[in-house]
């Protein structure tokens, strides 16, 4: 599902995301998507749009009648920092995209976790993220709240300059992680939305949603996680189980109540990921057994021509001869 922001904003541009959902086989623009779907959605969306900017112009702009039940919790807590707690609780369960909230020293560092960080429309979406994250705490805390800084994967894009407007500090790009760095000052600004009611209505509520559900959609939550901790180890079930905040038996459980498992989303991702990168890139054999988490190049030789009944390199020349035609 696309967030409700960027539908509004969508719609007051002017875009009819309903009928380009009708467009890419949904119902409507607010109906749970495919992951395709979203992305051709969004692709047929932003070519009216015609902004390469537009994701921070979308986070800057914090509606909080637009607000999830995430978002009505964290502008209910007491000071910026316990609101990007909040954030970092029910976004890891209620959304792909998910907050990590690591303390340094006198700062705190806000890592922001893409799932399927490769897609087309990931720029837009770390966009929408740390635009948010600086609109939404200048706008609750009353001040002109500046991050210590802000790093991001890949190159500067040709609107590099907006960053710097809107932020008001310089962005790094070209790093190896997606992050916004706050001072222990500005985590401690008191929010003016802050009510110890509403943080126990919509903490209680958020509290039985997660017991309730789950989250949104555990398998895409589960897929995510797996593709974060794919870094040269095979991820196990307690670590995704613990990044979800569940046990490895509830996780078990709730997998095959979804007519899967671990092993098979494990599998499932791997294969996804191999077929994308052997296509899409020049990757070596030796570093992409890395990344999917194989001990060897032989490793992946083998579950690779089990799963598409050709070697890796046999598919990368038919991808790449078929991409010429």
Known sequence: MLPRTLLFALREAGVDVDALARQVGAPSAGARLTMAQGDALLELALAQVA???????????????????????????????????????????????????????????????????????????????????????????????VPRGVRLQGPAPAYRERYDALLGCAVEFHQPVDEL????????????????????????????????????????????????????????????????????????????????????LLTRVRRELARERLAKTDIDLAELSFVLGFSDPNSLHRAFKRWEGMTPLEYRRAARAEAAR
Do not use: C, W
């Not at 999830?68 to 959304?95: D, H, N, V």
């Not at 398998?219 to 593709?227: I, K, M, N, Y």
């Not at 870094?231 to 899967?260: D, H």
């Open 181 to 264: 760095v706050f001072s222990s000052l500005d985590l401690a600004r008191p929010l003016v939305s802050s009510s110890p009611e509403l943080v126990e209505l919509y903490g209680t509520r958020a509290e039985q949603l997660l017991t309730e559900t789950g989250g949104a959609d555990l398998v895409e939550q589960v897929r995510a996680v797996v593709v974060r901790l794919l870094n040269g180890e095979e991820p196990a079930i307690s670590q995704v189980a613990r990044v979800l905040g569940l046990s490895e038996r509830s996780l078990q459980r709730k997998l095959g109540e979804a007519g899967t498992s671990f092993a098979e």
């Open 51 to 145: 902004d390469p900017a537009y994701g921070l112009v979308v986070g800057a702009r914090v509606q909080p009648e637009l607000f999830g039940i995430a978002g009505l919790s964290a502008m209910a807590a007491p000071t910026f920092g316990a609101a990007l707690a909040r954030f970092e609780r029910y976004k890891r369960l209620l959304s792909t995209d998910t907050l990590e909230l690591l303390p340094q020293g006198d700062t705190t560092v806000v890592r922001v976790h893409l799932a399927r960080s490769q897609s087309p429309h990931a720029r837009m979406r770390m966009d929408m993220e740390v635009a948010f994250l600086v609109s939404f705490g200048r706008v609750m805390t009353r001040t002109r709240l």
